[in-house]
């Protein structure tokens, strides 16, 4: 495998990148935690309780976790250190090196199970999905699976483009002008909605970037002292989106997987995230746009 887990992580957090332990995939496609083979995201979401709010670059913590989880993945908190533009197939790369008119990346780019990561310095915004198909960022409030962690295929994450621990390349224009946010926050005034296909996209997208880029809880000696954003940030996208389901804009079967994996990855387990999004699916459905 080359660099241990727990080597990796340790350089991740001297270059000032707050890491965290991940679980693990296990053989079969299933995972460490307690879903197992019913996980959606296996080996990518946190073993800590806070999750993403925990990642830190104290590396005696650092490998108090590895001794606890040796074979943990390796979670990098993104927004601070760097963004990441994450890619899900050879045609999403190809579209963003098109778009840069560029033949490769000018900076770490990072093979995982079945596509990229592209590795930026931080642009001061949110996370976003659907940069161009098959293309999100993680940004200010995201977090990113880094090498040599496991995926579910069996294939470690790789750099194929190094990173020797140095500064990362600016986002180059061209994309930076899609990382920019922003779609419009849902209201629940009752005039008609014009277009509503295109709306009720937009509105899905929208209230999957406000759960990706949650405020933090604050931690003081292990005890969260203040508020949980991200689970009520999802309660809220739950509840505007099923008022559009309501309306006949939007369908459970799109809505509910997206959330969900929105939450996992700012370290919600998928069980909480289920009680939260039904709950305020359920609250929306009793009060439809009109």
């Not at 992580?9 to 879903?35: F, N």
């Not at 840069?100 to 949110?126: E, I, K």
């Amino acid at each position: 495998m080359g660099e241990s887990l727990l080597g990796a992580a340790l350089r991740y957090a001297e270059a000032g990148i707050p890491v965290m332990p991940l679980h693990t995939p296990v053989p079969g496609g299933g995972c460490s935690c307690r879903e197992r083979d019913g996980c959606g995201s296996p080996g990518k979401h946190p073993r800590l309780r806070h999750g993403l709010h925990e990642a830190s670059t104290d590396t005696r913590l650092i490998r108090s976790w590895w001794r606890r989880w040796p074979r943990a993945n390796i979670g990098l908190a993104t927004g601070t250190t760097l963004d990441v533009c994450d890619v899900d197939t050879n045609a999403g790369l190809r579209a963003v090196l098109d778009l840069l008119n560029v033949v490769r990346p000018s900076g770490p780019l990072v093979r995982t199970g079945l596509g990229y990561h592209l590795w930026f310095a931080p642009t001061g915004y949110g996370s976003r999905i659907g940069l161009l198909p098959g293309v999100d960022w993680r940004g200010r409030g995201g977090s990113a699976v880094a090498p040599p962690s496991l995926h579910a295929t069996g294939h470690r994450y790789l750099f194929t483009q190094p990173w020797d621990g140095g500064t990362l390349p600016q986002c180059p224009p061209q994309l930076a002008r899609l990382v920019v946010p922003p779609a419009p926050v849902l209201t629940v005034a009752a005039e008609p909605i014009a277009d509503l296909d295109r709306y009720a996209q937009a509105a899905l997208d929208g209230e999957v970037g406000r759960i990706l880029a949650a405020p933090r809880p604050a931690f003081r000696g292990g005890q969260r002292v203040t508020g949980g954003g991200r689970n009520n940030a999802l309660n809220r996208a739950a509840f505007r989106l099923g008022q559009l389901a309501a309306s006949g804009a939007l369908d459970e079967a799109v809505v509910w997987p997206r959330l969900t994996d929105a939450a996992v990855s700012v370290g919600l387990s998928q069980a909480e995230a289920r009680r939260t999004i039904a709950s305020g699916w359920r609250a929306g459905l009793r009060r439809p746009r009109r």
